[in-house]
């Protein structure tokens, strides 16, 4: 059963940038997309983008260039960096495997997810 | 404002059918597979249908979906109390580039 497991840290200052690792277990990134997908309190879920286990992206235009998602295959890990974080992007950070171009597939296993807060 | 638009709310009672509906645009379902998913309280969410109509493995049949030019819906039939919960909506939108959410519609089983 594959696993996913976001890590990083809880609370972020604003202007700074936000770092999550998210780490597969029970099955492997080889062959697979990978997305990132956050929820802000109470409200509905905001694709943030994708990567290919190759290390091949596509972001959510709306971050404006703030995003860059990274994998090591070598370690079965997806990392998140969000800079310029504000209150905004407070929100649960959810890892989840799929979610390729144009949509043939579902986001079919989710990681936990991470809260992460934006304040002073 | 989420790009998809879903009821905020719907209810029935145990053993009903209950529809949700999700409606986009020509740039996301009007051309591309909708994806439903089932989010409990306090947990991520599940995948239930996938491809408009396509029930992963342990999905129950109680739940069917369709899909018509701009427009989605998720059904349940036979509510149960256990079906209670946030259901999204989920589409590739072409212009946008990415993929699209509903607001989602938060089921209440009376």
């Known amino acids: 059963q594959v696993q996913l497991q976001e890590s990083g840290p809880g609370l972020v200052k604003p202007s700074e940038t936000l770092s999550l690792t998210c780490t597969v277990s029970?099955?492997?990134?080889?062959?697979?997309?990978w997305s990132w997908v956050r929820q802000p309190p109470g409200k509905g879920l905001e694709w943030i983008g994708n990567i290919y286990y190759r290390g091949r992206t596509e972001y959510n235009p709306s971050l404006k260039g703030r995003v860059t998602m990274s994998v090591d295959t070598s370690k079965e890990q997806l990392s998140l960096k969000l800079r310029s974080m504000t209150a905004a992007d407070t929100a649960v950070y959810y890892c989840?495997?799929?979610?390729?171009?144009?949509?043939?597939?579902?986001?079919?296993?989710w990681g936990q997810g991470s809260l992460v807060t934006v304040s002073p | 404002q989420s790009v998809l638009t879903q009821p905020p709310s719907a209810s029935g009672t145990p053993g009903q059918r209950v529809t949700i509906s999700c409606s986009g645009s020509?740039?996301?379902?009007?051309?591309?597979?909708v994806f439903w998913y089932q989010q409990l309280p306090g947990a991520a969410p599940k995948v239930v249908l996938q491809?408009?109509?396509q029930r992963p493995s342990g999905v129950p049949d109680r739940f069917s979906g369709s899909k018509s030019g701009t427009s989605a819906s998720l059904a349940i039939s036979g509510l149960r109390s256990e079906d209670e919960a946030t259901y999204h909506c989920a589409a590739w939108d072409d212009s946008l580039k990415g993929w699209v959410f509903g607001g989602g519609t938060q089921l209440t089983v009376l």
């Open positions: 029970g099955g492997s990134i080889t062959g697979y997309y």
């Open positions: 020509n740039s996301n379902i009007g051309i591309n597979f």
């Open positions: 491809r408009n109509n």
């Open positions: 989840a495997r799929g979610g390729s171009k144009y949509g043939f597939d579902s986001f079919d296993y």
